[in-house]
């Protein structure tokens, strides 16, 4: 089967809603009918069942090219090419257009859509600059705080028992790239070469080069300075 990657945006317009897409590949071997690929790598085993981003995505690229059904290929964590066939009805179709008109009316009245929640990242990108101003918070919020200290605890406790994790794993693999379990394969652990800018070495020989492509960045940095009552 021969495919090719279209270079085009696939679009579904209508009142109140636009969806746009682009598709990895499609084929058109079969005269009049359009089969539309998606192609995914996944760090986990791949067990028959897309993640529910997998699937709606499937559910938006099948309105946005008028087709009836996607076909995935899963390259997944026991490096295995996966097939998968996912068949999208006209009453999929209505439920993600109803949902992605009613988050489009949210946006454009400048409300937080039902069901969405901002991430840390989106108060950063609404509130890029501070300013020399004090805001007085709730008194409850002492409670957010303390849960705040403990997940960052956690969060280091965790990555301490990875890296045990991990040390005692890869000295048993020792020079070997990949480790099965049971006939399976459990760990990958493979060389890669990464290029990097030496950039003391730069800033050395050509200071004014470095001068001349220097980009500042305005960064918030958030912290606790609570100690308690």
Known sequence: ML?????????Y?????RLLATLDAISLAEPGYQRVFEI??????????????WYWQGVHQAICANVHSIDWAIFDSELALHQHVQKVS???????IDACRKFLAAIDLGMLP???EYAYRHIQAQYPEGQNTTV????????????????KETIKEAELLEDKIKAEICGLMGEAEYATLGGTLAFTWKNSVRNSLDQKRLE??????????KKQTNI????????GA
């Open 204 to 213: 050395a020989e050509h200071p004014a080069l470095v001068e001349k492509f």
């Open 40 to 53: 995914k790598t996944s760090r986990k085993r791949w067990k028959g069942q897309l993640p529910d981003y």
């Open 13 to 17: 317009e209508e009142e109140g809603v």
């Open 3 to 11: 495919l090719t990657s279209p270079d085009v945006l696939y679009c």
């Open 114 to 116: 039902d069901g969405a």
């Open 136 to 151: 007085e918070l709730p008194s409850d919020l002492q409670n957010k705080i303390v849960e705040l200290n403990t997940i």
């Open 90 to 96: 006209s009453d999929e179709k209505q439920k993600h």
């Open 220 to 227: 918030r940095t958030f912290r606790v300075a609570y100690k």
